[in-house]
């Protein structure tokens, strides 16, 4: 019997099919490890804090560890640890228009999706106001008092100081029971405030006797005691160090905003110059469509005359005045049932949400009250009787909220950016905005 060769292809057929069958496997275990080409890991800002955090439950961007040296990350390593509970600190620049848009919220559910741990989530928002911002994933909710009692329990060791404190409160339990204790202590200062009665006069001012050798003398003491106040105050708060990272992150986002109010000016003149004003339209019509035109022209003005985050503020209420007036225009010329009312801006700092309810505030140790409209997050601030995060600005060589300028001084302090005057788009345009 003779042995008949095997065909030349059909070994190479199963050659072929035996490489597949490898391929195949190899792509199986590629997959398995989410190795396989085409599938792209994640390499997203949120995943590599979230990676950081599963080494340590501390994480620190590089641009701002000079706020949160190494020293003082291993110190809060150390206090969760000891706390025993699920405790995570992130600490990176947030800066409008980042991946979470500068929203200290949208970072932390970012980072806790990515992670997928349930815990205490702490981050601060670095801004020149610094404050504390805690959010519970599961757990006995207690970052958010934790958070808030330390800013209004704030030291002078800054973030370090301020991330320890709220550590402890989570750790101790007793996060809820602080915050209600140093809001209450908060109130009754202000109480005080409210009815202390003025000092009666006495010695040389009583009978309205103003002599000179008394007032020099008590010019003298008051001097004396203002400058032994002033050394003990130096002495008892050092001054803040100055963070490069701060001014950097500030830098970043008045850059962003300002190319995006300008890249919104120049679509909203498209519109502006697209809408056809018919001869025939309501006399309400005409009203609203020459408001769109001298809000859109007056931020123009401030845009291009925009040297701080007050001007570009600024400049973003009038382009919303303009777009508000422009839709209230093309729902009167389409006859819609319904036209929009326009928005409303935070007080404190127009550049939060527009979403905003009318509420009575009082500056702390003030006795005045004013009615203004104020987002969410600084209407319940106000109502737990801490300070809203308020706009900065600077006057004076100090950086301060922008409404403790003087109305003459300042257009944006004296319209509340038009949240309490409305004449905003008609003082730009006469040219108030450098005047004084």
Known sequence: MSIRPFPSHLACAHAVSAVWAVL???????????LAPGVAADTSPAQRIADGLRQSPVYVDPAVESALPQAEQERLDRLIEQSGKPIYVVLVPLVAGDSWDGDPHQLLGSVHDRLGEDGSYLTSDLGSSPRLIGVDYGGDQQADDAASAANIDASDSGPAGEFARAIELIGAGTAAAEHDRLSAELAAEEREDDTSPSPAPTGALAGGIFSPWALAGGAAVLAALAGTGLLLYRRRTPAAPQIVAFDNADDARREALHGEIGRDLVELGERLGAFSLDDGAEAQVGADYQRALDAHHAAGKVLDAADDIADLAGAQVLL?????????????????????????????????????????????????????????????????????????????????????????????????????????????????????
């Not at 195949?24 to 989410?34: N, Q, Y």
């Not at 009312?341 to 702390?364: D, V």
Request: aromatic share 8%; glycine share 8%; proline share 6%.
């Open 24 to 34: 195949a496997v190899l792509a199986a275990v590629a997959v398995l490890f989410g």
């Open 320 to 436: 919303h005045m303009s777009e508000d007036a422009l839709r209230s225009a093309e729902a009167r010329s389409e006859d819609r049932e319904q036209v929009p009312e326009p928005r409303r801006h935070c007080y404190f700092n127009p550049l939060h949400s527009t979403t905003t309810q009318a509420i009575t505030w009082r500056a702390l140790g003030s006795p005045r009250k004013i009615k203004v409209p104020a987002c969410d997050e600084c209407a319940a601030a106000v109502r737990r009787h801490r300070a809203p995060t308020a706009l900065p600005t600077t006057y004076g060589g100090r950086r301060l909220a922008y409404y403790e300028v003087p109305a003459q001084e300042s257009l944006w302090a004296a319209t509340g950016y038009g949240g309490i005057r409305d004449d905003l788009v008609e003082r730009v345009l006469r040219g108030d905005l450098r005047r004084g």
